[in-house]
């Protein structure tokens, strides 16, 4: 049974940080690449970052990009979505997603809330 668990959301003021966790279990993580989404009310889902099933590359929307880090540690089959100096604007519900065309794989997690506000 695949499971994508999420953690790391919360409450924080503008400029700080939040690391968000991504924990998989039930399909062959080294083989998908993982991303992170988020959705903020009354707006389209977004694509936030992601990386490649080799870890070799990532990529970043261009509101993001030098602010957050994506990384995966396909030991503990868990990814992260490191964020720094947090934007109002950056408040949304955030998801995780494997995917894996090879694989035939698309899942998601449950999705996260991120607020920031002082």
Same mark, same amino acid.
């Given at each position: 049974?695949?499971?994508?668990?999420?953690?790391?959301?919360?409450?924080? &003021?503008?400029? +700080?940080?939040? #690391?968000?966790?991504? /924990?998989?279990?039930?399909?062959?993580?080294?083989?998908? *690449?993982? @991303?992170?989404?988020? &959705?903020?009310? +009354?707006?389209? #889902?977004?694509?936030? /970052?992601?990386?490649?099933?080799?870890?070799?590359?990532? *990529?970043? @929307?261009?509101?993001?990009?030098?602010?957050?880090?994506?990384?995966?540690?396909? /030991?503990?089959?868990?990814?992260?979505?490191?964020?720094? *100096?947090?934007?109002?604007?950056?408040?949304?519900?955030?998801?995780?997603?494997?995917?894996? /065309?090879?694989?035939?794989?698309?899942?998601?997690?449950?999705?996260?809330?991120?607020?920031?506000?002082?």
């Amino acid at each position: 049974q695949v499971q994508l668990v999420e953690s790391g959301g919360g409450l924080v &003021q503008p400029g +700080g940080s939040l #690391r968000l966790s991504c /924990a998989a279990s039930g399909f062959s993580f080294s083989r998908y *690449a993982l @991303a992170w989404e988020r &959705q903020a009310p +009354g707006k389209e #889902r977004e694509l936030v /970052a992601g990386i490649t099933a080799a870890g070799d590359s990532t *990529a970043y @929307a261009p509101s993001v990009k030098g602010r957050f880090t994506i990384a995966r540690d396909n /030991a503990k089959t868990t990814w992260y979505l490191q964020m720094n *100096a947090l934007k109002p604007e950056d408040t949304a519900v955030y998801y995780c997603n494997a995917v894996s /065309a090879e694989e035939e794989g698309d899942y998601w997690g449950q999705g996260i809330q991120v607020t920031v506000s002082s």
